[in-house]
């Protein structure tokens, strides 16, 4: 079993959905990175929680540290948020889940 | 500060040769870590350092990987005799870590390895 499971694997939504995607692990750790990857694209980082919730803009992500789970949300989905989203937490190195990879439809 | 960048962007290169990658992160960052991509997969481990100390090394990097960050600043990849199967995008990241407490993580855009 991955330290890092990630949930759905894909996703196809239409626009102005309200996407979410999860992110379980099994291991303590002193934060979780959520992750954007557009296709042939660089890695941007979007969020980093340790424990509570952050929004921004229309994305927001949740974490329970107790029930070692998160989830990023994004509201009013459009076709630009189409992208590969890693969730990754952190002891002393990273370790990534595989990756949710999301299509957003006009 | 660009942010983390990365050179070569893309490598090609016969097997056998060695291949070395470059990674300038964020001023200040002494945290810096290397990842290896494949295509369609998400990425995986290969080794951190905290300032020039190398703090782990992944299981998967064979004898052949050997990174280095000698003045805890710029850090070096080192592929020697390389196979097809290292082909994949090597990627570097960098934080600023304070004890406990650590910082959002940059990526750069990656070197694209391809084994001929």
């Known amino acids: 079993k991955n330290e890092v499971e990630q949930s759905p694997q894909n996703l196809t939504a239409q626009e102005g959905e309200f996407i979410t995607i999860n992110c379980s692990y099994s291991v303590g750790i002193s934060a979780l990175h959520w992750l954007q990857q557009h296709p042939g694209g660089g890695i941007v980082s979007l969020f980093m929680?340790?424990?509570g919730k952050k929004k921004h803009g229309r994305l927001i992500a949740t974490i329970n540290i107790q029930e070692k789970h998160s989830s990023l949300h994004i509201t009013a989905s459009h076709p630009r948020d189409s992208a590969v989203y890693i969730c990754?937490?952190?002891?002393?190195?990273?370790?990534f889940g595989g990756g949710t990879r999301l299509m957003v439809k006009p | 500060d660009t942010g983390v960048s990365q050179d070569p962007r893309h490598k090609i290169t016969k097997r056998g040769q060695n291949v070395t990658f470059r990674c300038d992160p964020i001023?200040?960052?002494?945290?810096l870590y290397w990842y290896r991509q494949t295509l369609g997969q998400g990425p995986e481990f290969l080794t951190y350092?905290?300032?020039?100390?190398?703090?782990?090394k992944s299981r998967l990097l064979s004898d052949r990987f050997s990174a280095e960050r000698p003045k805890g600043s710029f850090s070096t990849l080192e592929i020697q005799r390389t196979e097809q199967g290292d082909s994949a995008m090597y990627l570097c990241?960098?934080?600023?870590?304070?004890?406990?407490?650590?910082?959002?993580?940059?990526f750069g855009e990656g070197s694209r390895l391809t084994v001929l």
């Open positions: 001023s200040e960052h002494n945290r």
């Open positions: 350092f905290q300032n020039e100390a190398q703090l782990e």
């Open positions: 929680l340790s424990s």
């Open positions: 990241a960098s934080s600023f870590n304070r004890g406990l407490n650590t910082g959002e993580l940059f």
């Open positions: 990754a937490v952190l002891r002393n190195m990273l370790t």
